[in-house]
DNA sequence: ATTCAGATTGCAACCGGTTGCAAAAATTGT
DNA sequence: ACAATTTTTGCAACCGGTTGCAATCTGAAT
């Protein structure tokens, strides 16, 4: 079917290794037989069959790419940037969808089929056993959006979580709420946990303010409007710190239901900053992950961690920053 | 390494065939044996290295998921639908991100060296070179989302643009509009030329409608929004057909900053009902793809067009329907 | 012209599997 | 118990590459 190094081989006149060498770099050919193998190869339309070569050299510059996020549109972002970047890289995304996987064995089964080289889990909801028995197949895992921990279990590049939430209590707090709501995602999610304890920390050591909480069943739209809506029929706070900006934008939509607008009845900021945050009919004010550089990092890690495979489980955090748009009231 | 067969085979006590056999089904092997080798496999751990087998049998099940929509949030929904039905089928998608790539060598060179078994193209405004390409290299590939011919060079599949088309004029001469304006999407996509054709179709049937037709430079938030502030400018129609949902809601993002509303002041309506379309603060009426239906169909017809090659070229197409939301005055 | 180091080349074995073929084993019928 | 079938098994070659090694070639130095 496909040309292979053989024919090659026979329509330049070398022999099979001259034709191999031609493209492993840093393999010895004189400038003569290249050419030979370079015209041959060109004739023939051959391209190196990496499958193939992955046998004997270990590699397969696959990568695993992991996720269960895929209906929050910032994921599609990061499903961009992993893309290209691997790319750019010279490395494959292998794209593994978890949406209904309870099971680690079952993807781990799958990867090591496939012996990828290494795996990257982008989830922050993803429960950390994946990550774990990704880790303890020995296939080098980079867990981006993970949850930060000082001495992890496996590479983790994201963010601060904690120090979101008292970025998000310090912004409420600068702009004189006296009255302030925290409405996580799902109760169980570390990223929720983290936020909380950040948030909660730095109201504690103000004075005077009132503080609820509660959390929405997930990080969507329509988790983030009905718990909004629950919250307006029991007195509201002023403003809120919303698990993320899609559930922020469930949540300004039940304020607009009730007649109520943001700012002006009720503040709401975000975390996440997608594309959408920036619309002109949502203009959300919200905290930014750097995810570009949070992709970037993952992949720089993988890379690495290629190499060294027993390198010692590193976290990588990025620090956020607050977007001011329109859904606070102004300093 | 990783366990191979032969250390599978040497525990198991049989040849090295028996244990490949336990694995390909179909093969002969004994129970007896068949219980020695899977013992064997599951005290080592072993799983078949589908990558070494793919050498011999031409298969590697190995799909390219090949994309240039990384920024319309349907498509988070349609990879969603791909990654999943593609697992189901013991399928993986190797996921190729076209976004600033225009020469289909650099995406074809990439796809055999991993030969992929076959390639699936989801775009709709993905050069028709791109498929064309891969499907002279003899690698089956359908076209999800692409254009409709009556003899196509590749396998499409998706939705009727012309009828979509009339089914926007159609509906917007049903609720008595008599001003209307189509909003394409970039001039030369083909699905905003076809839609166009239909649209226009229809309404040069009716009598007394006055017409304005116009394009945004891309399907995106931001170019609906400035087409939609430049209409306004310009005597507006009473209601549009927009390029797609994302640019309709920057269309609406429009009116709205111009102190207008729809449906009252102006109408409107989407193309692909993405889930954003039914969010409440939305709540945009549209005209749904089945993108379900379209990406099952592609992948049984990737499946059937891996069985046989030259299967001839084939379309499918679905049909689409109208959404009622808000944002189109009642009939 | 000779020597020698360094560069280039081909041979052959190997990577982790699959598969056609013939031999061996199990099953069937009588 | 024996022959005829059918099933199971292992051997060995092969898939498309890579790579250690020894042989050959090259060019510079003597």
């Avoid at 080289?117 to 950390?128: F, H, M, N, R, Y």
């Avoid at 895992?141 to 998000?168: T, Y």
Wanted: overall charge positive; hydrophobic content about 40%; some cysteine.
């Amino acid at each position: 079917m496909a040309v292979t190094l053989k024919e090659v081989a026979e329509r330049a006149g070398v022999s099979r290794s001259a034709v191999s060498r031609t493209y492993t770099d840093g393999a010895s050919v004189s400038p003569k037989t290249r050419k030979k193998v370079e015209k041959a190869a060109k004739e023939l339309g051959y391209s190196p069959n990496a499958l193939a070569s992955s046998l004997t050299t270990g590699r397969t510059k696959l990568i695993g790419l992991i996720s269960n996020n895929f209906h929050n549109p910032l994921f599609l972002e990061v499903f961009d940037l992993f893309t290209r970047r691997l790319q750019e890289k010279g490395l494959r995304p292998l794209l593994v969808n978890l949406t209904d996987e309870t099971d680690p064995k079952n993807s781990l089964r799958m990867l090591k089929q496939y012996s990828v080289d290494g795996v990257i889990v982008a989830s922050s909801t993803l429960l950390p056993e994946f990550a774990k028995a990704f880790h303890d197949a020995k296939i080098p895992v980079v867990h981006s959006f993970g949850r930060f921990a000082s001495a992890p279990d496996v590479h983790v590049v994201g963010v601060d979580n904690v120090e979101c939430g008292r970025m998000a209590a310090r912004t409420l707090l600068a702009r004189g709420y006296k009255h302030i709501g925290f409405l996580g995602g799902p109760k169980g999610a570390t990223s929720t946990i983290d936020r909380r304890a950040g948030f909660m920390e730095v109201i504690g050591q103000a004075k005077g303010i009132k503080v609820k909480v509660s959390n929405a069943a997930a990080y969507s739209f329509e988790a983030g409007r009905v718990a909004m809506l629950k919250e307006l029929k029991a007195s509201p706070a002023e403003a809120y710190f919303c698990g993320d900006d899609v559930m922020s934008i469930g949540a300004l939509s039940a304020i607009d239901s009730a007649g109520l607008a943001a700012p002006d009845d009720i503040g709401i900021i975000g975390l996440n900053d997608m594309e959408m945050a920036k619309w002109e009919n949502i203009n959300l004010t919200t905290i930014r992950q750097p995810i570009k550089q949070i992709v970037d990092s993952s992949v720089e890690l993988v890379m690495a961690a290629l190499e060294d495979s027993n390198r010692h489980p590193e976290a990588r955090l990025f620090s956020c920053q607050v977007i001011e748009r329109g859904t606070l009231r102004p300093l």
